[in-house]
């Protein structure tokens, strides 16, 4: 159980081009979703928190208009990169909280993005 | 905001000899304690937590301690197998009873097992 799928797997697109990743809980539903970025060898960075049916709260640094969060269900969060330039190439994963219960977080497989 | 800081950065280690990775927090408002080892190119996967009103928990071969009064916590592999071999990340966060927090994370171990 608690298993998150992330679409697609990797991308390459060109910059100035806009890339929608989607992040899904399979088997349960989820409060809250969150949004995480990994650059090679390095942590997780929290970008943003996804509550479904409300705005997105971003953390600091991170520009709420070039990365686009839509939590449309309690099984479906998408984040946006918005014209996507090289620096923002990175590992893009997503995790997911239990609707009840304790808050564990579950992680999708990640999304690499290589912007051209 | 939270500071979670994670040692060593790399751990090699002699297959079925035990592997102990420590990490501190700064918050002491933090009550959640998670662990997760990434391999590479995938996410993170769970592997045990602690919650702030125990002291230790265990699973098989892992082991997970807290030390509150030192906001400290530690991951104990024993008998350790070449399966093993990933990167563990720490993290911390407050889980309020409402809606979930973001994770802190530390910033990874490299545990190599040696055949």
Redesign the interface.
């Known amino acids: 159980g608690a298993v998150v799928s992330q679409h697609p797997s990797w991308v390459i697109c060109k910059s100035g081009t806009s890339v929608k990743i989607e992040c899904r809980s399979l088997d349960f539903q989820a409060t809250t979703m969150f949004w995480y970025r990994q650059f090679p060898k390095q942590s997780l960075m929290l970008m943003a928190t996804s509550n479904e049916g409300s705005k997105a709260t971003y953390e600091q640094g991170v520009e709420k208009d070039k990365f686009l969060i839509n939590h449309a269900s309690l099984t479906l969060s998408t984040l946006t990169v918005t014209s996507a330039h090289p620096e923002d190439s990175s590992f893009y994963i997503c995790s997911a909280s239990l609707i009840r219960g304790r808050k564990t977080q579950y992680f999708g497989p990640g999304t690499r993005l290589l912007v051209l | 905001g939270e500071n979670v800081e994670q040692h060593p950065s790399t751990l090699s280690v002699q297959e079925g000899d035990s592997a102990v990775i420590k990490c501190t927090y700064s918050d002491s408002a933090s009550n ?1 304690f ?1 662990w ?1 080892k990434q391999e590479l ?6 592997i045990i ?1 602690i ?1 702030s009103n125990v002291g230790e928990k265990k699973d098989q071969r892992i082991a997970v301690t807290l030390n509150k009064t030192a906001k400290h916590f530690s991951l104990h592999i024993t008998e350790t197998q070449p399966e093993d071999s990933a990167v563990y ?1 720490c993290a911390a966060s407050i ?1 309020s009873g409402g ?10 171990t490299h545990l190599i097992i040696q055949p």
Request: hydrophobic share 20%; aromatic share 18%; glycine share 26%.
């Open positions: 959640y998670p997760y190119g995938k996410g993170p996967q769970l937590d919650r990340f889980d809606g979930a927090d973001g994770l802190t994370f530390g910033k990874g």
